[in-house]
């Protein structure tokens, strides 16, 4: 079948002559550009790295300017290394970690701060107080959600309160606030849409669960003008056109950007989760366990609840468990604590030995997220002796990443979900021994496909679909494949024994001192630039 010359529809008289989907994908610790053929293969792609920041202890933030200037450089380096100019792209795809916000003056474009990101804890007195106030289960009912600093709520509210000058302006129209996909969206169309979906949204603590609105009663409460919130747009909509400077040869082409969705939404449809009780877990950065529910919103104990798909005729709802810490661990280890060269090897240190030797890491570096919601735990290794090695310590870092999957699962299992296999994706899952853990640890398949990008795919076949390309759904099914199934060989004994372990491990994580009050009092916001009206 020829994809190449379809009329999009809802827009008349205009034929698209692109060949090729830009899928742009930004997680929290690279930004990523991929090209998409009409098969719906990925033919090319390009990556930059992001740089954290730690301001403060406690404090996590990331450049807004290295946000964009990361993706602009991988998509100027995908673009010349494929030779490929605005006329051979049919529409463009955003897809993006989630939590992490700023806010940035209209005028300029030129931030107030550093994005505050998903894991800092700078917005623990914020949360405290919000608690105090008893809004706790009001947000919960509300927005899906909790009230926790990792969410975007408390981070724009930080902002208003102690950027000088922020807060007298916030509701005059002279700043734009937004996550991620906000900031790349205004970039790419030269400030000229400020947007953002359903599914990013449902992350910020602000939208309303069942109406998928921003909430008035929690905006007023939070003291956040709605003013700055980007304008919430279903996940396929138009989101503009790209500035004629951002791809080669673009003066003269109006290429759409069709398609903005959170990365974990993204990889469910990547995924092809469409149907209610269809599981998938990312291994990434973060470790995050999504779950299809259909079409209204469940709430179930240690879980969120958020929007998975806003597609005319198939918006749907998830239930979330967030793991903070999976693939940073291993970075860790990699960076921090230089006891691996590479993360490739650590499928064969792993290996090396035969179990952990009662070893068990409980990697709470900014707390436990689901379903504990424990803010106040900290890492810990447990179970050393003289025998330990880097060997131990290296394999209980993978189990980690498997026990805190199970523990997502199970509280999937005791609200009444019935799973039986797991998808998994994310660079993680190339390695056999956590994927094998994890089924043993399950007591049930893990189902790894080919193609692990499944992030990047799924926003680009939600945005190829709205000008014909394909079909999206219908494209998934197509190309989706199974590369290996992993088959539980562990006795149930001997998984009841490990599992056991580390739940008595991270009840000791719990039960040990807290981290040092993460305190923003006493900070000199030196680097924050004074306020002035447009």
């Given amino acids: 079948m020829d994809r190449r010359r379809r009329r999009p529809p809802g827009r008349p008289g205009r034929l698209v002559t692109g060949r090729y989907v830009l899928a742009l994908d930004e997680g929290s610790s690279s930004a ?4 998409v053929d009409t098969d719906g293969r990925i033919v090319a792609e390009a990556s930059n790295p992001l740089t954290p920041l730690f301001p403060n202890h406690g404090w996590v933030e990331l450049d807004p300017a290295q946000l964009w200037t990361a993706m602009r450089a991988a998509i100027d380096e995908v673009m010349d290394r494929t030779g490929l100019t605005a006329r051979d792209i049919a529409t463009v795809g955003v897809t993006t970690h989630r939590e992490t916000c700023l806010i940035w003056n209209r005028s300029t474009s030129v931030p107030v701060h550093n994005a505050i990101m998903w894991s800092s804890h700078q917005t623990d007195e914020i949360v405290q107080r919000w608690s105090e106030l008893g809004l706790d289960d009001e947000i919960r009912a509300r927005t899906g959600l909790r009230n926790d600093s990792f969410f975007s709520a408390p981070k724009l509210a930080w902002f208003i309160e102690n950027v000088p000058g922020l807060k007298a302006l916030a509701g005059s129209g002279s700043y734009a606030a937004g996550t991620v996909d906000t900031w790349l969206v205004w970039n790419l169309t030269g400030g000229r849409e400020h947007v953002t979906d359903a599914t990013s949204a449902s992350r910020t603590a602000l939208l309303n669960i069942d109406d998928l609105v921003w909430d008035d009663r929690l905006c007023d409460v939070y003291g956040i003008p709605q003013e700055l919130l980007p304008e919430v747009r279903a996940s396929n909509s138009h989101f503009g056109y790209l500035d004629p400077s ?25 995924q ?6 269809s599981v998938k877990n990312t291994f990434g950065t973060a470790g995050v366990l999504v779950a299809n529910v259909g079409s209204s919103p469940l709430l179930l104990p240690g879980m969120t609840t958020s929007v998975a798909m806003n597609i005319p005729g198939l918006t749907s709802y998830e239930v979330e468990g967030v793991v903070f810490h999976s693939g940073q661990t291993l970075h860790w280890l990699r960076d921090k604590m230089r006891a691996v060269g590479s993360i490739a090897e ?24 689901d379903p504990y919601w424990d803010k106040d735990v900290r890492a810990s290794i447990f179970g050393l002796t003289l025998d330990t090695g880097i060997d131990q310590i290296v394999r209980a870092a993978l189990e980690a990443m498997a026990y805190q999957t199970r523990d997502n699962l199970d509280a999937l299992r005791a609200g009444g979900m019935n799973v039986t296999s797991l998808k998994v994706d994310g660079k993680a899952v190339c390695n056999n021994f956590l994927c094998q853990f994890q089924a043993d640890i399950l007591g049930m398949p893990v189902v790894r496909p080919e193609g692990l990008e499944r992030t990047a795919l799924g926003v680009a076949y ?3 679909a709205e000008v014909g390309l394909w079909k ?19 006795s149930s004994e001997r998984r009841d024994q490990l599992y056991g372990g580390w739940q008595a491990a991270v009840r000791s994580a719990r039960m040990m001192p807290p981290a040092p009050p993460h305190s923003t009092k006493g900070t000199v916001l ?9």
């Fill in 32 to 35: 990523r550009a991929v090209l």
């Fill in 246 to 270: 951002i791809l080669p040869g673009g003066v003269g082409h109006h290429i759409p950007i069709h398609a903005v969705v959170a990365d974990q939404q993204a990889g469910l449809f990547g």
């Fill in 272 to 277: 092809g989760c469409f149907d209610e009780g």
């Fill in 346 to 369: 650590m499928e064969r240190i792993a290996e090396r030995v035969t179990d952990t030797q009662g070893v068990y890491f409980v990697p709470a570096f900014a707390g436990l997220c």
């Fill in 462 to 464: 939600i945005s190829g």
């Fill in 472 to 490: 999206a759904q219908d494209l998934v099914r197509e190309t989706w494949r199974v590369e290996r199934v992993f088959q539980p060989r562990m």
């Fill in 526 to 534: 030196d680097s924050v630039p004074i306020l002035a009206a447009r």
